[in-house]
């Protein structure tokens, strides 16, 4: 048997672990209840790949874990994609718009209690080859139109892995960031990399220094952002202090700036 993708997520141990999207705090158990009725929504319109507006939401994280769960390819559209854009990424995938296509609408609002009411619970939850296909992420089209790349669950997964070894990532860690949740980064690593791994996530809305100070105060140990968000951080040297308490600070997308480096030490 293949180790599912999101086997912290399936943890029965782990059920109690906390995943929080800007103001709604959903538990693993009651994640998996709703991404199960998402999953179960997807198979009966067997559908194999779907695209999603990855709003910065908790409906984001539900649609995209249940496609998971089911086996369907995600296309996450960038939240502020214009509309050339956007025609663009649905025309050239081929994916159905989730939730457009679900029954009544498919809004994952409420699917926890409609599970619970309708026994969906109990839907068993595919054995998805490693080689399936996870994600169809779109380049930003700086030269030229953005194409679409494909990632299989196998490469997600080792990615997961090798930076869970190289980080010490553990369950007994709270990621916080306030990231988009269309690409790689805030996604991909963002999202899926607790939910492996077994651990809490904290995405913390708009990233400010005060956003990420609480989140800090509130017991979460790793921290991701962008250059960016960094030097904003440390403009606030009350909100940096407060990450003292944090293992681990990740600087991704782009090189993070020496002076900012090592403001961030100091403070």
Not at 44 to 69: F, K, N
Not at 94 to 117: F, I, V, Y
Not at 149 to 155: G, N, T, Y
Request: charged share 15%.
């Amino acid at each position: 048997m293949t180790v599912p993708l999101l086997r912290g997520l399936l943890d029965p141990t782990r059920a109690d672990a906390l995943v929080r999207v800007a103001d709604t705090t959903l538990s693993y158990a009651a994640l998996l209840t709703s991404a199960t009725a998402v999953a179960e929504a997807m198979a009966r319109e067997s559908l194999s790949r779907i695209a999603i507006d990855a709003t910065p939401t908790m409906d984001t994280v539900i649609s995209v874990v249940g496609a998971i769960l089911a086996g369907v390819e995600v296309v996450p559209i960038p939240a502020d994609a214009g509309p050339g854009e956007r025609a663009h990424i649905l025309n050239d995938s081929g994916a159905d718009l989730w939730p457009a296509t679900a029954p009544n609408g498919g809004a994952t609002e409420g699917a926890a209690e409609r599970a619970a009411e309708s026994g969906r619970a109990a839907y068993r939850l595919p054995e998805v080859s490693p080689d399936a296909g996870a994600f169809v992420l779109y380049t930003s089209g700086t030269t030229g139109l953005p194409k679409g790349v494909r990632l299989s669950r196998r490469a997600v997964a080792a990615g997961l892995d090798a930076l869970a070894d190289a980080w010490a990532w553990t369950a007994d860690d709270v990621l916080a960031h306030g990231l988009p949740l269309f690409h790689v980064h805030g996604l991909v690593l963002g999202v899926l990399g607790p939910l492996r791994i077994g651990g809490g996530l904290r995405h913390v809305g708009r990233p400010t220094p005060s956003a990420y100070a609480a989140a800090a105060h509130a017991g979460a140990t790793m921290f991701f952002a962008v250059p960016t968000i960094w030097s904003r951080v440390v403009a606030e040297p009350e909100s940096a202090r407060a990450l003292r308490s944090a293992r681990l600070l990740v600087s991704g997308s782009a090189a993070l700036p020496v002076p900012v480096f090592e403001g961030l030490r100091e403070l």
